[in-house]
């Protein structure tokens, strides 16, 4: 799994989501309880990972969808 984006935007995470899920897109959000743990107020970032097959489709479809600015470490 590759990690694309990294954010404490939750409407950003859903909005993603989403869009991976209608698309197929093999994806997981880590560290979604971290902040919990932590004793703090969604202060540390949610990371969304997706499968290492699925990556230059999962980034091309974020482009589009205008997520682009979004994305970490574009190649």
């Not at 694309?4 to 869009?19: H, K, P, Q, S």
């Not at 004793?39 to 990972?49: E, H």
């Not at 997520?67 to 190649?75: C, P, Q, T």
Request: overall charge negative.
């Amino acid at each position: 799994m590759q990690e694309l984006v990294r954010t404490n935007d939750l409407v950003l995470i859903g909005a993603i989501e989403a869009l991976f899920q209608a698309a197929e897109i093999g994806h997981m959000v880590a560290d979604q309880y971290m902040s919990v743990m932590e004793g703090t107020i969604g202060i540390l970032p949610r990371r969304l990972l997706v499968v290492d097959e699925d990556v230059d489709r999962a980034r091309r479809l974020l482009k589009e969808a205008g997520f682009g600015a979004a994305l970490r470490d574009d190649d």
